[in-house]
Every structure is written in structure tokens, then in C-alpha cells.
């Protein structure tokens, strides 16, 4: 009885440890033990006794008076295995960079986590002026050009849908006919939905399966990518995202997509 309710209680640890660590953000990277409480339903002495084990293993580093942690090499090292054994991330690279050789804005590759995307791999624009997302940056597939251009062709049934668009205050129905949108166009925009001032342009691409795997974007401020700039960066990324699907063992001949 003994050894299962220490079992039992090392699972507890480790689920309060994970959540300690996803208490970090890239906004909120640097925070004190006071902050983590707030984040995290733990004690005091629970906490700083996780913080510790954390630290000694590499996964927290802590600095300053008043002390706050940030997170460790321990995690930038399991980010690096996780990028390493992305397939999309790693196909993609040729063509990401393609797009940012001929824009030089800022190229993004985002795939599908569930309800969401998230950036695998970021080109970042030279310009002073440019925006971008960052590895690791997870959001809504609902908002983003990125996001609508992986939901267009996503099995979202109306009740994901309805959630969804309430959660983002967004109408339904108007968001409906903008993924038919996308989806007979071929690529999603968006501008000043997420950042003021910026454009957005995505094109999706596909597995084997011919299911939606994520989508390659381009972003960067509006007074550079105008009308006749979103139409031209569109066709590449389009052109750009099907050597990904390619690469992926799409055959669009065989799916009719």
C-alpha cells in the first residue's frame, strides 16, 4: 500500500512539475516563485521544492534579487529533438526559404496541434520593419491567415465551428464563407487581425493522405505588402506549399485537391 501511494504521489510531482514549466509564455519568459503560485494551485514549499528539482536538473535556471526563473537548456535541448524529428519542419526548409529569398519578409511554417496551430520554423525578415511569430508561438486556427488557411480545409464540424468563432467573437456564418474562400482561392489573408499595421498571406499543405498538415506563411507591415504584392507572394506560397506536399508524398492527382 505503501509503494503505490508513493507511486502514486512521483505522478503528482512530475504533473505539477509540467505544469510549473507551461506556466512560461514567450511574453511571461522570466518569472518569480510568487508568480508561479498565482499560475500554479501549489503551496509555497511545494513549489519551491519542484522549482529546486527543476533547477538542479537543467530544465529552470533562476537569477536576481528578488529571484525569478526562466527556462533552462534542458528545454531548449528537447525543443531541438522535437525539431529534429519534424518531418513538415525539416521538408519545408528549402522551400521557406525560397519565399523569404524572393519577399524578404518574414516566412513562417505552422501545422495543426488539434484545435490550433503552431510555428515549427521561422525565416525572419532583414527589414527594420517586419514582424514575426516565433518558434514555438501556438494560437487559434480560427484568427491569422495561417490559421485560416489550415481550417479551410480541416474537418470542422458545426459544432467546432460555432465554439470556435463564440470563443473569438467572431460571426459564424461570415467566417464560414471566408474559408469557402480560401479554400476555391487556394491561399487565406488576413490584415491587422492579430497584429496592427500587418499582413498576412498562407497556403496550405498536405500529407500523404491528402489531410491538411499546416500551412506556409508570409507576414510583414501593409505599407510594404499591398494589393498587387498579396497577389504575387499568394502565387508563390501556393507554388511554394505544394513542393512541401510534395515532399510529403501528396499526390494531388490521386485526392482531386
Known sequence: ?????????????????????????????ELSPGELVKRVDL??????????TLEVNGYLVSSGDPQKFRL????????????????PAAAALPMMRRVWE??????????????????VAE????????????VGFHNSLISGASGKAIAAHSALDAR?????????????????????????????????EQIRGATSIAAPFFDASGEV??????YGP?????????TSYANLLMSEASHISRSLGFQPDETGL
Open 72 to 87: 533552462g537548456p534542458q528545454v531548449a535541448r528537447l525543443a531541438h529533438v522535437w525539431m529534429s524529428s519534424n518531418d
Open 160 to 192: 467546432q465551428l460555432r465554439q470556435l468563432t463564440q470563443d473569438a467573437q467572431i460571426d459564424v456564418a461570415a467566417y464560414t464563407k471566408e474559408l469557402e474562400r480560401t479554400r476555391k482561392r487556394g491561399y487565406a489573408v488576413s490584415q491587422d
Open 123 to 134: 525565416l525572419v525578415s532583414p527589414h527594420p520593419l517586419s514582424f514575426r511569430r516565433g
Open 222 to 230: 501593409s505599407v510594404r505588402i499591398d494589393a498587387k504584392a498579396v
Open 1 to 29: 500500500m505503501a509503494a503505490v501511494e508513493k507511486a502514486s504521489e512521483s505522478v503528482r510531482a512530475v504533473g505539477r512539475a509540467l505544469e510549473i514549466l507551461s506556466a512560461f509564455s514567450p511574453v511571461d519568459f
Open 102 to 119: 524572393v519577399s524578404n519578409e518574414t516566412v513562417g511554417l505552422f501545422v495543426r496541434e488539434g484545435d490550433s496551430r503552431i510555428c
Open 213 to 218: 498538415v499546416g500551412s506556409l506563411a508570409l
Open 43 to 52: 503551496s509555497r514549499p511545494t513549489m519551491y521544492r519542484l522549482l529546486h
